[in-house]
């Protein structure tokens, strides 16, 4: 069943900013959905038009099969977790997690039993007295979700929950926030502009770019096949290398040296090659692939990023610190199957 | 961080004099000289002063036209501090609705009502003028024969309305910046807690006010006080009569009008205690301020 569908979604502000062109996404029951894109791509704006906070232009938001555009946020059987929080000052934790519940008529002793439910599945029950002002960051975001939990709603709406966190606790956090979706069943939107945090938690992926989708799918696909040098270069660290290259005779060629792959482009193309799918061979180690000069390496523990050029452009390389460390010159070993190839023009995957 | 020193340790001080100066000359000396006339009984004419203790203070008190200025006073207070507060909030609620996240439209209504107390005052005493003022045009539509200056309850009704219309754009500034400075986030989150805007009101918005009406709670005591001598004056015109007064009013009346200095200075010190009970209880409220961040 589908619990969310967004239909050709426009966004255009007062001041006449287009923040969302025409969006098509679909939420499943249960499923998790995570809009990831650099920071005013319209990520925010898309959520606040399912939550209700900002009007629709155009285009329809259908949830549990009711057309909800113009349905009020407290209608609406959403709940929203804010990126500051957005707790009430004046009110205790509990009367936080309470407030929605006291407004819609639910009797006394069901909204205590619910309160407390969710205080111990947060682990927040030692502070329901207390202010949010005399809680730590940690502590008010899980207010926060205590806050959207007690709703029982048919969606989460998160936007960005994390990003005041630091980065410890923020890993603790987003695990924590899997589990907690997984384990209540609740379908779930959430917003970040960290392709980490996407990938981890996902179960699909949007990329957004400049108010329109670039991609929707699984981690896996967005980062095995990128429909567009946007997602190659977005998702996954460091980025996707992208060279201009030339095809040709089942060949690609950068700058002096060819690949040979079974392409059926001719002409001028993007290639993207992962780091991580790079492989050095030193001097002249049985390897085909075309030459790298190196120039910097960075050691990170467990692997190191070789920097240098290939044909004249910025390459990067990801090596396990097992390896040596390569000299001056290498070689590039790769596989047909790590090229990915786009279009020159518009960046489109080929 | 580098620090200015003084050269000499004397010339912060000399620095300070000026003020200084001002405050003892205008504000010390002649508190003192009211609390030490309150204890005599001066003769107008000639200057001579005899030592009477506390009589000046019991017979300001017990007199009959003390304990109705008082009261008046006490009307006057109350009704003036709740009108100018809630008609303030009420035009603050809708300016805050309209203004939101519009900045430049906020400033400059910030800057017109800024401007506009003292006018606003002229304006309201010139509404309420017997010959010339709509005002007393209007009700007497309705057939009321308002005759301020004259009549006791016209004349305070008159007072309160000038005094009210004066004090609410100094209550909306503070009210409109308190609203705008409710996090937009906790106003969303209300927004999918709660269905009814009112209630949004009264259990979200109102209580994060709740600082600032306190404060303008006090300052609008202190200004239906002390600060509406002018409009009490000009409303009256120097002719009491059968008018309500308040207490610095009468302060003025009897110790200007009646020549009894040391009545009035009783009077005065009287006034000079309860501002100071204000000063103190506002101070403890800003201790007290909650901070909420
Ligand atoms: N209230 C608003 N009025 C006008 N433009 C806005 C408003 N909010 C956001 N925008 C614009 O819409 C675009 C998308 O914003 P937003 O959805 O907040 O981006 P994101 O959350 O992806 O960073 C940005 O260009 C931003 O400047
Ligand atoms: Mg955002």
Redo the contacts with the bound molecule.
């Keep these: 069943m589908t619990t969310l569908e967004i239909k050709q979604a426009v ?1 255009r ?3 006449g ?1 287009l ?2 062109k025409g969006v098509d996404v679909t939420v499943e029951d249960g499923e998790l959905v995570v ?1 990831v ?12 038009m399912v939550a209700g906070l ?1 009007s629709v232009t155009e285009g329809e938001i259908v949830l549990d099969g009711r057309l909800v555009n113009e349905v009020e946020p407290a209608n609406r059987n959403i709940a929203m977790v804010f990126q500051n929080y957005a707790l009430y000052p004046h009110m205790s934790v509990y009367k936080n997690l309470a407030y929605g519940l006291k407004n819609r008529g639910t009797p006394k002793a069901e909204i205590d039993a619910k309160v407390r439910e969710a205080a111990k599945l947060l682990q927040i029950g030692d502070f329901l007295e207390r202010k949010p002002s005399q809680l730590s960051g940690g502590q008010r975001q899980r207010v926060a979700m205590g806050r959207a939990i007690v709703r029982d709603p048919a969606i989460f709406l998160f ?2 929950p994390l990003s005041n966190l630091d980065a410890k606790l923020r890993n603790q956090m987003r695990l924590e926030i899997k589990r907690l979706q997984r384990r209540l069943g609740t379908a779930a939107i959430y ?1 970040t ?1 960290d392709q980490v945090e996407a990938m981890t938690l996902a179960d699909r992926i949007v990329v ?1 770019n400049n ?1 329109e989708i670039e991609q929707i799918g699984t981690p896996a696909q967005v980062y095995g096949a990128p429909a567009s040098t946007f997602v190659a270069s977005f998702i996954g660290a460091p980025p996707m290398n992208l060279l201009k290259a030339q095809t040709g005779d089942g060949a690609i060629v950068i700058g002096e040296s060819r690949i040979e792959a079974p392409v059926r482009a001719n002409g001028p193309v993007t290639l993207g090659i992962r780091p991580e799918r790079a492989h050095l061979a030193n001097g002249s180690g049985g390897a085909d692939g075309p030459p790298m000069k190196v120039d910097t390496v960075e050691e990170l523990g467990a692997v190191r990023l070789i920097h240098g050029s290939v044909g004249g452009q910025h390459f990067t390389a990801n090596q396990s610190a097992d390896e040596p460390i390569p000299g001056d010159q290498v070689r590039l070993r790769l596989q047909a199957d790590d090229l990915h190839l786009f279009d020159h023009g518009t960046g489109r995957r080929l | 961080m580098h620090k200015a020193q003084f050269q000499s340790p004397l010339y912060p001080y000399l620095l300070l004099l000026p003020q200084m100066a001002i405050v003892a000359i205008f504000f010390l000396w002649p508190s003192a000289e009211a609390v030490r006339s309150s204890f005599f009984l001066q003769d107008p004419f000639f200057g001579n002063e005899t030592f009477v203790g506390i009589d000046n203070y019991t017979d300001a008190v017990t007199r009959s036209d003390y304990g109705r200025a008082a009261w008046f006073t006490f009307l006057f207070t109350v009704v003036v501090t709740f009108f100018s507060l809630g008609i303030a909030l009420l035009l603050a609620v809708a300016a805050d609705n309209v203004l939101r ?1 519009q900045g430049p439209y906020k400033t400059l209504l910030m800057w017109v009502y800024a401007i506009a107390p003292p006018v606003a005052g002229l304006i309201g005493i010139m509404l309420f003028d017997q010959h010339i003022g709509p005002i007393v045009d209007f009700f007497a539509l309705f057939g009321w024969d308002m005759r301020v200056g004259v009549d006791y309850w016209d004349s305070g009704i008159a007072m309160m309305i000038v005094a009210t219309w004066k004090q609410i754009p100094v209550n909306f500034i503070f009210f409109l910046s308190g609203l705008q400075s409710i996090p937009k986030g906790v106003r969303e989150a209300a927004s999918i807690d709660n269905p009814s805007a009112s209630g949004r009101f009264w259990t979200i918005i109102f209580p994060l006010l709740a600082p600032t009406s306190f404060f303008l709670m006090i300052i609008n005591i202190t200004y239906a006080f002390f600060e509406t001598f002018g409009i009490v004056d000009v409303m009256l015109k120097g002719e009491p009569g059968n008018n309500p007064v308040t207490l610095v009013y009468k302060v003025f009346l009897d110790g200007f009008r009646g020549n009894d200095l040391g009545g009035s200075s009783a009077q005065s010190v009287i006034l000079m205690v309860f501002v100071l009970a204000l000063t103190i209880v506002q101070f403890r409220l800003i201790e007290r301020r909650v901070h909420y961040t």
């Design positions: 966004k502000y007062p001041n900013a923040a969302v809009f894109g650099p920071s005013g791509c319209g990520k925010s704006t898309l959520l606040r900002e936007d960005e917003v502009h957004l108010g | 996240g």
